[in-house]
């Protein structure tokens, strides 16, 4: 998990928020997220039971944003963010386009 959250933090466009669904396991991972705290807006979602899909659509159910990326506890290229953002298609209105460029979230099931 450090290293996804190394390569999160590496992004040449940061997500606006961190959306991690999180099932305890004792191992520690907590700790990582805490360690990360000042760097990412981490938002933490306890997963007491469940499965995999219940992990996706609880992040995507305490996600803000109008983009939503899994990671997976993956290692990101530098400008994944960046390259999905300029996927999206742009909005006609000049309001509906800055909420377009600010809430990107990114959420992981660990």
């Given at each position: 998990?450090p290293?996804?959250?190394?390569?999160v933090?590496s992004?040449?466009r940061?997500p606006?928020?961190?959306v991690?669904?999180?099932?305890?396991?004792?191992?520690g991972?907590?700790?990582?997220?805490?360690?990360?705290?000042?760097?990412?807006?981490?938002?933490?979602?306890?997963?007491?039971k469940?499965?995999?899909?219940?992990?996706?659509?609880?992040?995507?159910?305490?996600?803000?944003?109008?983009?939503?990326l899994?990671?997976d506890n993956?290692?990101?290229?530098?400008?994944w963010?960046?390259?999905?953002?300029?996927?999206?298609?742009?909005?006609?209105?000049?309001?509906?386009?800055e909420?377009?460029?600010?809430?990107?979230?990114?959420?992981v099931?660990?």
């Amino acid at each position: 998990m450090p290293c996804s959250l190394t390569s999160v933090d590496s992004q040449t466009r940061k997500p606006e928020e961190e959306v991690i669904a999180l099932k305890p396991s004792g191992d520690g991972s907590e700790e990582v997220m805490r360690s990360f705290s000042s760097q990412l807006p981490i938002k933490l979602v306890v997963q007491e039971k469940g499965n995999f899909t219940n992990a996706v659509q609880m992040a995507i159910d305490n996600a803000k944003g109008n983009v939503i990326l899994f990671l997976d506890n993956a290692v990101a290229e530098e400008r994944w963010v960046e390259k999905y953002e300029n996927l999206t298609p742009c909005p006609t209105s000049a309001e509906s386009a800055e909420n377009h460029t600010k809430h990107i979230s990114r959420a992981v099931w660990l």
